[in-house]
């Protein structure tokens, strides 16, 4: 029996047992991959193409009804598509807003300074602290600190209010001749200003990564054939700094559709109102949109971006 | 009169600027002032955005804390802000009680180090896989991981809730028991996702791990394996320990975001005695109906004892091991 197994052994060689031993490594997650989430990929569109009764005694039955749940939807449930267009224009804006806020910060970190220990673990306690009652409590507390950041949102409701007015300014830019979709886009930033640090915990770190990664010997360069601060972040920080911006771009899009109105609708849809297809079909064309942004914004991206390596 | 004083001065001061352009040394100084104030205007420009950014960070975490030690005479009272007039530790007195704080807490640290240790076991050992073995598929099966990144949980909700309401595996369990068991309303459906690398963001550990061991040099392991090294012990004893930053950063990762999380455990309906942060939610509404306190604003206040008292084992791990973090965020794979 040893000699079999010996020459059994010999069969194979090297390379072979290597990738034996590498399926190995991987194959808690494989078995994991396929037994739950492949499966339940394929049941959510299962799902999403019928209707769905719970047996008494457990389990289900599920009643193909084409694309029935895709035009209740769409034509006749109440607010869908509201909340969806809602939730995928926010994204919109928040996504460039995050990825350039943080990136600037980043900037603003990676610098030498005392305290920047500190400052960095404060900047990233949002990232910890993500507790779903810990949030709510957190923007509760915002609102009640009176001229706090969030209040300005108010005030811009408000149109009117003692001291500084911010309206004032407003009227002042689009006076100036501003595009009014700039100075809204600009404002609302401004009075999001809380929700914009607070996503931008994990992106921040990735710059800063990203940032200290770039050899020291291109700043010299540039700084010996005589380039501006201004032209050294053009022409060396940022194209050095573009394949991290794509994997911020997805981790932003990816929280904030996790984040967004349209998951709770479909939770509430299934758990609340116990219409499982319908809430199939919400996650799933939700899904469909976020991935289908990602591949536009990322083949974007892609092309203009330069490789170091 | 003025007229005669005032031309030759303005010629001396054109010579004397004159003068200034041709001195090198004085151009010199300009130039070092110029720039040294320049530099004082922008670290000023920059410590106040930092101090702002800080500030809006900490702003609600400071409130929390301070009306939390509110008595009620305080909440109503106008002048007061941030600091009590009659600081009560009442808030955390019934926010303990109604929490049942040691037993619930101890049993979530428990259940989410226990997750935490999984976590990194099995994701290292995937992520170890991916980057060190060749097998055929690779690719693909790495598109895989990427998509489990990307596509959220939330998704595929339902039929995970299905799958372990009515868990079986290939018809063994309804075979020896004669029916499915339903594993819901237990921490149970948490543990075997998490074994088998699906839990909570498995994914993105994957990815933290497998970047990290591609960044290892070869050698290591070759020396190893010279030595006379198994694949598992070199695993373990070497490739283990040396990834020790993203193993720091992934165990606090999981370690916190599985306290925080709420979602699973909403969706499996694990109960509120397990996990604390599921457990405040429903703080408000308990002390309102057992102390007959009807006030909102004052039951605000219980709800932000509690939330103090929940956040305390996260600020204390991520204070002291803040350094390794940040550092090992950093150094380990998340930059792709």
């Known amino acids: 029996m040893e000699a079999a197994r010996t020459k059994k052994r010999k069969r194979r060689s090297l390379s072979q047992r290597r990738a034996m031993k590498g399926f190995l490594f991987i194959a808690p997650w494989l078995i994991g991959f396929v037994w739950f989430y492949a499966r339940s990929l394929f049941m959510t569109v299962q799902f999403s193409f019928s209707n769905l009764t719970v047996r008494p005694g457990g389990g289900y039955d599920l009643d193909f009804v084409w694309l029935d749940n895709f035009i209740y939807a769409f034509r006749a449930h109440a607010s869908y598509k509201q909340v969806l267009t809602t939730s995928l224009g926010n994204m919109l804006v928040d996504v460039p807003l995050i990825t350039f806020f943080s990136l600037f910060m980043a900037m603003l970190l990676n610098r030498k300074f005392r305290g920047r220990t500190l400052v960095r673990a404060i900047f990233f306690l949002p990232v910890i602290l993500n507790s779903e009652a810990i949030v709510d409590a957190m923007s509760l507390a915002r609102t009640m600190m009176s001229g706090g950041i969030s209040s300005s949102s108010a005030e811009l409701a408000a149109s009117a209010s003692s001291g500084m007015s911010i309206e004032y300014y407003i009227q002042m830019f689009s006076s100036l001749g501003l595009p009014d979709v700039i100075i809204e886009y600009i404002s609302g930033a401004v009075s999001r200003i809380s929700d914009i640090i607070n996503a931008s915990g994990v992106q921040i770190i990735i710059f800063i990564a990203a940032l200290q990664s770039i050899p020291g010997s291109m700043y010299e360069v540039a700084k010996i054939e005589g380039a501006t601060a201004y032209e050294t972040f053009w022409k060396v920080t940022f194209p050095m700094v573009m394949p991290h911006i794509i994997t911020n771009v997805v981790y932003t899009v990816v929280d904030s559709f996790t984040k967004s109105e349209v998951i709770e609708l479909a939770y509430e849809t299934a758990f609340t109102n116990m219409n499982y297809g319908l809430s199939s079909v919400f996650s799933l064309v939700s899904t469909l949109i976020t991935c289908l942004i990602l591949v536009i914004v990322c083949g974007l991206i892609q092309k203009r971006t330069f490789y170091y390596n | 009169m003025n007229k005669q004083k005032a031309i030759p001065s303005i010629d001396r001061i054109k010579a004397g600027i004159q003068s200034m352009k041709e001195d090198t040394q004085f151009a010199n100084d300009r130039l070092r002032w110029i720039s040294n104030i320049k530099g004082f205007i922008l670290g000023i420009f920059r410590l106040a955005i930092i101090l702002g950014i800080c500030y809006v960070i900490l702003g609600p975490v400071i409130g929390i804390i301070s009306s939390s030690f509110f008595s009620d005479a305080d909440r109503y009272n106008p002048m007061v802000y941030l600091i009590p007039q009659e600081p009560t530790l009442y808030r955390y007195e019934l926010a303990m009680q109604y929490l049942d704080y040691w037993k619930t807490m101890g049993s979530s640290l428990l259940y989410s180090l226990t997750l935490m240790v999984l976590q990194v076991l099995v994701c290292s050992m995937v992520g170890y896989g991916f980057a060190r073995f060749n097998f055929p598929f690779k690719k693909v099966l790495f598109a895989c991981v990427v998509v489990m990144i990307v596509i959220p ?37 948490m543990y075997i996702l998490t074994l088998f690398g699906c839990g909570l963001r498995s994914g993105l550990y994957i990815y933290i791990f497998n970047q990290f061991f591609r960044g290892l040099p070869k050698e290591i392991e070759e020396a190893a394996f010279v030595d006379g090294a198994g694949t598992w012990y070199t695993y373990f004893r070497i490739m283990l320990v040396n990834a020790l930053p993203s193993v720091v950063t992934v165990a606090i990762f999981s370690m916190v975001w599985q306290y925080n999380d709420t979602f699973y ?20 509404a308990t002390i309102s109906n057992v102390e007959k306190i009807l006030d909102p604003t004052i039951l605000e206040l219980f709800l932000d004892a509690g939330i103090v008292l929940i956040m305390i084992p996260i600020i204390i791990i991520y204070v002291a091991l803040q350094k390794q973090f940040i550092e090992g965020v950093e150094r380990s794979g998340i930059v792709g």
């Open chain 2, 153 to 189: 949980t939330n998704t595929i909700m339902l039929p995970l809730y299905m799958t372990f309401a009515q868990f079986d595996v290939f018809g063994i369990i309804s075979a020896i028991t004669g029916d499915a068991v339903n594993l819901l309303a237990s921490p149970v459906p």
């Open chain 2, 265 to 284: 455990a909403r969706l499996f309906l694990i109960s509120d005695n397990i996990i604390i942060s599921k457990k405040i939610a429903s703080i408000e």
